[in-house]
């Protein structure tokens, strides 16, 4: 099926309804579409009732509709099994979640690789877990331009390690971190692999298996599904071996005065009442976006990232973060403007309909090693187009002319 990038704004409700916004935030956080706005509000209405619990008619309709989101879930992903997939609350559920689970089953001696490009979701889990177990934490330092420096891996990830947890892509630079030569070094040691894919799924469907990873992470509100929600996938084998994380209702095989045994996995790791709309309203976004053309919608994005790009170099004062734009990038474009600071920029670029996000951006490590404390970043998706880019430009020009 092919989509014209353009047209795709409309089945946005919220920028339909406001055509003279330019949403340049999506990287914090997508637009949610309609179908899965719909899916939601129609699962609401007709099949509310908890799931796992219920012998009633409307409750199975809830397992099933449950079960079908976990379906769609791991064909989004191309996991070989739908028990593979655990809803969480987000990719920050799911990043403590292997923390914790898979984390146990680590100590002293063993070492966990991170990056300095992670988002403080995949910093500070580890540094708990270190606090916990003692476990050594390695950084993998980034080079100049914000890609993780891979010269350095072969240092890093030595016998000692027991896995490496990086992004998939940074909020900040967009730099596409290179997975197979991650998944290759982790490989020769015995290591494992957790990839976060917060910032990726908004730019497409996963393979998780060409990838070679073995854990997942990703949060619905950033792939146009709805907030609350989030997958961890991870390899069977690892799961079943892992022990749970929260306890509660639902995760647990039996409990008596004395003990508990588990669940088999997914269950196992979603102890309460998981976020059953949510869920069904990811799978409707996640469907969607399993039937767009993403090879054209990535030319439409990397032309805008360009043009963007290209117009923030002609203004005087502006320190570009990140990779140059023809590297293998995704379009998030942060930027410094010497004298002014991010917050001020986004009030002004506010007043004339642009929403863009300053600030540390949960990667104060990035940040610090980049050189800066805070910027800008315009982060675009697969609903922007020129106007929004041009907007942006002619908006910075007022910025300078205001705050300069
Ligand atoms: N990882 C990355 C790379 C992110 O950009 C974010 C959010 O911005 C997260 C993890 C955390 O996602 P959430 O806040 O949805 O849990």
């Known amino acids: 099926m092919s989509v014209e990038p353009a047209s795709l704004r409309d089945g946005f409700p919220l920028l339909a309804a406001t055509p003279e916004l330019h949403y340049l935030d999506s990287a914090a956080t997508s637009q949610m579409h309609c179908l899965a706005l719909d899916a939601v509000v129609r699962h609401e209405t007709t099949r509310r009732a908890n799931v796992s619990r219920g012998t009633y008619r409307l409750a199975e309709a809830a397992d099933l509709a449950y079960e079908q989101a976990r379906q769609t879930a791991a064909r989004f992903l191309n996991a070989?099994?739908?028990?593979?997939?655990?809803f969480t609350s987000g990719a920050t559920a799911s990043l403590n979640l292997v923390a914790h689970a898979f984390g146990a089953?680590?100590?002293?001696?063993?070492?966990?690789?991170?990056?300095?490009?992670?988002?403080h979701s995949n910093f500070v889990p580890w540094q708990m877990l270190r606090e916990r177990t003692g476990v050594e934490l390695a950084l993998i330092p980034v080079t100049a331009a914000g890609q993780l420096d891979l010269a350095?891996?072969?240092?890093?990830?030595?016998?000692?390690?027991?896995?490496?947890?990086?992004?998939?892509?940074?909020?900040?630079?967009g730099a596409w971190t290179d997975v197979a030569t991650v998944v290759a070094a982790a490989r020769k040691v015995g290591a494992r692999v957790l990839l976060d894919g917060a910032q990726a799924v908004q730019h497409g469907p996963q393979d998780v298996r060409a990838m070679g990873v073995d854990f997942y992470a990703f949060s619905g509100h950033k792939c146009f599904g709805p907030?609350?929600?989030?997958?961890?996938?991870?390899?069977?084998?690892?799961?079943?071996?892992?022990?749970?994380?929260?306890?509660?209702g639902g995760m647990i095989a039996a409990v008596t005065a004395e003990e508990t045994t588990w669940a088999a996995p997914p269950q196992r790791f979603e102890a309460g009442t998981p976020p059953i709309a949510q869920a069904v309203g990811l799978a409707a976004?996640?469907?969607?976006?399993?039937?767009?053309?993403?090879?054209?919608?990535?030319?439409?994005?990397?032309?805008?990232?360009?043009r963007l790009i290209e117009g923030l170099r002609r203004i005087p004062g502006l320190r570009l973060l990140g990779p140059e734009a023809s590297a293998r990038r995704a379009p998030i474009v942060s930027f410094e403007i010497a004298g002014l600071h991010p917050h001020d920029i986004c009030q002004v670029l506010d007043a004339r309909q642009l929403a863009l996000r300053g600030g540390h951006h949960c990667?104060?490590?990035?940040?610090?090693?980049?050189?800066a404390e805070a910027c800008t970043r315009a982060s675009i998706a697969l609903y922007n187009d020129e106007a929004d880019i041009a907007a942006l430009l002619d908006g910075l020009g007022f910025v300078l002319r205001e705050l300069a």
């Not at 089953?105 to 988002?119: N, P, Q, W």
């Not at 490496?164 to 940074?170: E, K």
């Not at 996640?286 to 053309?293: E, P, T």
Request: proline fraction near 5%; glycine fraction near 12%; aromatic fraction near 4%.
């Open 285 to 306: 976004a996640l469907d969607w976006m399993m039937n767009l053309d993403w090879p054209q919608i990535h030319a439409g994005e990397a032309r805008l990232c360009e």
């Open 105 to 119: 089953t680590l100590g002293r001696g063993d070492r966990v690789v991170i990056s300095v490009a992670e988002h």
């Open 363 to 371: 990667a104060q490590p990035l940040l610090a090693a980049l050189g």
């Open 227 to 248: 907030g609350g929600v989030g997958v961890l996938w991870g390899r069977g084998e690892l799961l079943a071996a892992m022990p749970p994380f929260l306890g509660g």
């Open 152 to 173: 350095r891996l072969p240092e890093l990830i030595d016998g000692r390690c027991r896995l490496v947890a990086v992004t998939q892509c940074s909020n900040v630079t």
């Open 80 to 86: 070989s099994s739908a028990d593979e997939v655990i």
